[in-house]
């Protein structure tokens, strides 16, 4: 009985001593893991060893967000993660204000775009009935007719006439016979330096032989104001000498100036 007493003993001694030995190392194995993951929780994003991937580094992490993870992946992209702001009654109404503002600014630009443009439209209600001043005075040496051939001396030759040449001296002033819009300036060797005006209602002249032209194309001109002066005439007109060529068309159609002008 003594003998199996004390063998008892020792063996209660050996389980104490391995039941000390199994809490040691649970102890230091719990306090080992809670190392690594403090170490690990610092850690937002780690590449796996080289040569386990052949494209873009996996992101590994064990614990954290999906918010985490987006503000992790922006930082491996160089990328600053901006979190949204929301926009106060306040700041609604000061965007309002200002589209309010913008608006305004558009209306007035487009009212004054109006207004330019309506400076260069022509307000004349010439008709059938209107009348043109002369715009220069001198005796007629070539009249309109287009229903009868017109002898013309320089060119030696009979032709219909769709215009008015008014004998006039070199240098002679030329006015406007109504309130119209320059529509062309140009050159033609026969009429040599030409300008075209608008009147309206479809009328338009065209007076050539002129230099010194005073005017602009666009331009709008009452009428009586100047447009330029007579010039020596082109060779097609030689022998007929210095005068002012007026041609009128109604819609396109020659017509004669004689019927308009004020005598």
């Known amino acids: 009985m003594g003998y199996k007493r004390k063998l008892f003993n020792d063996k209660t001694v050996l389980v104490a001593a391995a039941a000390g030995v199994v809490a040691v190392s649970a102890i230091l194995g719990t306090t080992l893991l809670s190392t690594n993951k403090k170490d690990n929780k610092g850690q937002s994003i780690v590449n796996l060893e080289e040569g386990t991937t052949t494209g873009n580094d996996y992101l590994v992490r064990e614990e954290g967000t999906s918010d985490d993870l987006n503000l992790e992946a922006a930082e491996n992209e160089n990328v600053t993660a901006v979190q949204p702001t929301e926009k106060t009654s306040q700041d609604i109404g000061d965007d309002s204000l200002g589209g309010e503002k913008q608006n305004q600014i558009e209306n007035d630009t487009n009212e004054e775009v109006d207004k330019a443009g309506a400076q260069n439209v022509v307000d004349t209600n010439f008709d059938a009935s209107s009348k043109l001043i002369w715009p220069v005075e001198g005796n007629v040496i070539i009249g309109f007719d287009m229903n009868n051939t017109v ?55 065209t007076y050539g032989q002129l230099r ?18 007579v010039a020596s005439p082109t060779k097609y007109f030689s022998v007929e000498g210095s005068h002012l060529y007026i041609k009128m068309t109604k819609d396109g159609v020659a017509i004669d100036p004689l019927d308009y002008l004020n005598y």
């Open 212 to 229: 010194d032209v005073q005017i602009e194309k666009g331009a709008t001109l009452e009428e009586g104001e100047l447009i330029g002066y």
């Open 151 to 205: 002898y013309f001396s320089t060119l030696d030759l009979y032709k219909c006439s769709d215009s008015v040449y008014i004998q006039s001296d070199v240098g002679t002033p030329v006015y406007a016979g109504h309130a119209c819009q320059v529509e062309e300036i140009g050159y033609d060797t026969e009429i040599g330096n030409n300008v075209t005006v608008e009147m309206g209602s479809g009328y338009v002249v």
